[in-house]
């Protein structure tokens, strides 16, 4: 099989003439030049240069936050985009701490607010403040980069959150609008089957979704009555996509798997796939991307691993600047087969705080659990609890399995687990053991738009 049509992580697609990423045109109209190829390379880096001094001077002027953190520091003093490692972070605690003092705008001027509260508890909620025209930044990222997924005329079933204004969903059906496709805000999915009759009855060419419950539909007993080839794209959003979800919709399907990388940090949206499926294309003209060492805090050389950091560069409201997401990816250098001059993401897998270190000191991650537990059939969700007194550990695990339970399931599921190298060492060192697995029909959907995670409830070490 040639090169480029060899896909990372175990997919494999046909290979055609491959299209390139909606994001170029629409970055190179954006930054308002015609050049191709390794000159809009340097076009691209020239204007994050000149919006990241731009962007240093205005939270200076603007924000409390930024004037105390950047102290003396001047756009003019940046000299390249390297320059930028000399820039102190800003972390998810500056915000919790005192969002108000981020913004560089009136409230007035605010038109949206999203609190993110990711563990339940008020003490860590953080508030993301955006203007009306910061907004449009992210409708205008919806609207090009879904030319990689959907053609004029066809329909996209949103199964995000969208009642209010602001939301993903409704930044999506207004960003759908501009090019003539239908968008069909739905919400997240509480019920599969009659998800999958809405699906139907709108006869949708594509779905966004969080991956479990796109999985949850896949693997629905009414998931038959949606015809073959209807569905001709899915973009996963929201949480990690285990390679596993993404070969199952594939092939359940027969239809593209497009992943998209954001935050609300980031304004929703900041990266998507282009039709090579094999990383993202970040939207450059507004976002500045770094990998650093997350112990150093000092920039990786490109390909290798780290913690992603972002500068918004075109943001009004509340700018960030080398803001730490805690997540883990790194610059793919291969070009991309789509022939963009444009960065590759290598996708999200895990976050700097995901991996849980078991007694035997192997550390488990949610992908090593994702990538053994989502190809058990029947299998919608899991639970992952580890619990103990420092001397010995035990891993309680509940597997989602909806209203058809596969017999199986819980064997199967402790196979898979079992030869998980963590959990092979651990058990190895005689301190950690797997408890009987719990196979549930109830709820699973609740678990829906969090990123997952293990839950460890350990006493203190
Ligand atoms: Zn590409």
Sequence with gaps: MPEENRVYNGIVREGKEMELTPL??????KIGTSATGADLRREIDRH???KLRKTVDYVRAHSPFYRELLG???GSEIRELADIAHLPFTTAGDIQENDLRFLCVSRDEISRVVTLNTSGTTADAKRIHFTEDDLELTTDLFHHGMKALVRPGQRVMILMPGDRHGTIGDLMVKALRRMDVRGIPHGIVLDSGRTIAGIVENEADC???IPVQVLGLVRHRDAR????????SVLLSADYVPTAIVSEIQSAWGCAVFNHYGMTEMGLGAAVDCRALCGYHIREADLLFEIIDPHTGKPVPDGETGEVVFTTLTRRGMPLVRYRTGDLSRFVTAPCPCGTVLKRLEWVKGRLAGGIRLCGDSVLTVADLDEALFPLPGLLNFRVEISGNGTTDAMVVTVYCGDDPVPELCSLAAKS???IPAIRAAVDSRRFSIAPIRASSENWISTGSIKRKIIDSREER
């Excluded at 170029?24 to 109209?29: D, N």
């Excluded at 009555?225 to 001709?232: E, F, H, L, V, Y």
């Design 207 to 209: 779905l966004i979704g």
């Design 417 to 419: 687990l079992e030869a």
């Design 225 to 232: 009555a949606i015809p073959k080839g209807m569905i001709k």
């Design 48 to 50: 994050q240069l000149a």
């Design 72 to 74: 003396g520091v001047r």
């Design 24 to 29: 170029e045109p629409w970055i190179r109209a």
